[in-house]
């Protein structure tokens, strides 16, 4: 049995998705069954902060998919799930750039510090890097497509890589102790992957341009914390800076086959 968290996110459901299609047994971790309904996945609930109910989500599986998204920035629930999981391979999401030194601080140093954490668990492990997600120009009602990172160029990668990748990790042998870093095939910015978004979608997408000060304003308006601010900001500047753009076959040399473009995703996701 494969345990898949995070089960409803953009990531999450991809890899749940691909295993079933595949034929592996899959359990869904949520906090929400009621999302899941429908699936042909094992659903249980479960809650980082449950010890209970991680015990229940992890009986008898004998790999995870890790994605944590802890606020503030921390390793806790990575360290809930290890205390509790049996002797199952992890493989953990992170984030491109995890450890960098930026600005005065640490790219993804939360990211940096789960990695630490499953690495010292004594299981056997993958790391996943991936750079930017497609999937983050996707708006609602015609909205804009909001901008932090300028004209900086970024390995933006289609979701459904980083999941195949995770796949091959959780079910095929190879991968243990590998950190992979997970790129599209080319170097983008925003700008660029609206226009091909408009492209596709045959009207102009608008875009937003906003500075990192004003992206702080927004997100402290919506409540986030003030540690997740500090390190999106940091993240942003490091973008800002070119720093991410960075391109790696890592993709092709797990699944035999290139990095799937920008410009496919659209086409998958709104083409006819």
Do not use: C
């Not at 015609?142 to 890589?161: E, H």
Request: charged fraction near 20%; charge should be negative; proline fraction near 6%.
């Amino acid at each position: 049995m494969i345990l898949v968290t995070g089960a409803t996110g953009t990531i999450g459901s991809e890899v749940l998705r691909q295993l079933l299609a595949a034929g592996h047994p899959a359990r869904a971790m949520t906090r929400d069954p009621a999302r899941l309904a429908g699936t042909a996945a094992e659903v249980v609930r479960g809650d980082f902060d449950d010890p209970d109910s991680l015990a229940r989500a992890v009986d008898g599986v004998e790999a995870v998919f890790l994605l944590t998204v802890a606020r503030p920035p921390s390793t806790r629930h990575d360290e809930a799930l290890l205390k509790v999981v049996g002797d199952a391979t992890i493989v953990k999401l992170s984030g491109i750039g995890a450890g960098e030194e930026f600005d005065g601080g640490t790219v993804g140093y939360w990211n940096l510090a789960a990695e630490q954490v499953v690495k010292a668990s004594g299981r056997r492990w993958t790391i996943l890097r991936p750079s930017s997600f497609a999937t983050n120009v996707l708006t609602a009602d015609g909205r804009p497509v909001i901008n932090p990172t300028g004209a900086a160029q970024q390995g933006v990668i289609d979701p459904a890589d980083i999941a195949a990748v995770a796949v091959q990790a959780l079910t095929r042998p190879g991968h243990d102790g590998q950190t992979y870093t997970l790129t599209g095939p080319e170097l983008l910015s925003v700008p660029q992957q609206v226009v091909q978004l408009s492209e596709v979608l045959g009207r102009v997408v608008p875009v937003v341009d906003v500075e990192p000060a004003e992206l702080a304003r927004q997100l402290t308006e919506y409540g986030e914390d003030p540690a997740s601010i500090e390190a999106m900001i940091r993240g942003v500047g490091f973008a800002r800076a070119g720093r991410n753009a960075v391109l790696t076959d890592d993709v092709e040399r797990v699944l035999g086959r290139p990095a799937g473009s920008f410009a496919d995703w659209a086409r998958r996701q709104f083409g006819d």
